[in-house]
């Protein structure tokens, strides 16, 4: 329905990498015969269909919701400022979103990061705001604040914060396909 408070309140991270993993299997692969022999050969996969009719629910959702991308395979933010490759991180964090956008075929939110682990240290910091990122969404209980706000928004440095349950969105993890 389009008038529900809890879709128009919700935006769906989306794994740019999952995303491009579904997209290739929804074209065709190829499987080994016998998975413990490398010199078995190869079978048509059997999963074509299923991968394509679930990017294709996703692309509905996309188009009627908030959508926005994670980092690229689940990047670590400390981890991309320790080895300090602008354009490694780059594609890890700023450029997945044009990826969802061109395989989802919509425009996603842009300048957010969801840290994969859900908390956000001073070099984590750092690097997104050096990036041109604005805004990261991170569990609450990651942040010691010095006052707290009933919406969860914060500021660190130039970055904006917004906060999380984590036991609410695990409750929603689980909720299963038909919640």
């Given amino acids: 329905s389009p008038d529900l408070k809890v879709r128009d309140g919700t935006c769906v991270a989306v794994d740019p990498d999952l995303l491009v993993t579904v997209q290739a299997m ?11 022999d490398p010199r078995s050969g190869t079978v048509a996969g059997n999963g074509r269909e299923a ?24 990047a670590g933010l400390n981890s991309l400022k320790l080895i300090d490759d602008g354009e490694l991180s780059a594609d890890a964090l700023r450029d997945p979103a044009d990826l969802v956008d ?13 840290p994969a682990i859900g908390t956000l240290s001073t070099e984590g910091r750092d690097l997104l705001t050096g990036l041109g990122l604005t805004a990261a969404a991170v569990a609450s209980s990651s942040l010691e604040a010095r006052e707290s706000t009933v919406a969860g928004r914060y500021r660190s440095g130039e970055l904006t914060l917004q906060t999380y349950q984590a036991p609410i969105t695990a409750a929603l993890g689980g909720a299963g396909s038909r919640p």
């Avoid at 074209?27 to 015969?33: A, C, E, F, H």
């Avoid at 061109?102 to 969801?114: D, K």
């Fill in 26 to 36: 929804s074209r065709g692969y190829r499987v080994m015969k016998t998975p413990d």
């Fill in 51 to 74: 991968a394509a009719e679930w990017l294709d629910r996703l692309r509905t959702v996309a188009r009627s919701m908030c959508i926005t991308a994670l980092p690229y395979a689940q």
């Fill in 102 to 114: 061109s395989i989802l075929g919509v425009t996603s939110l842009r300048g957010l990061t969801i």
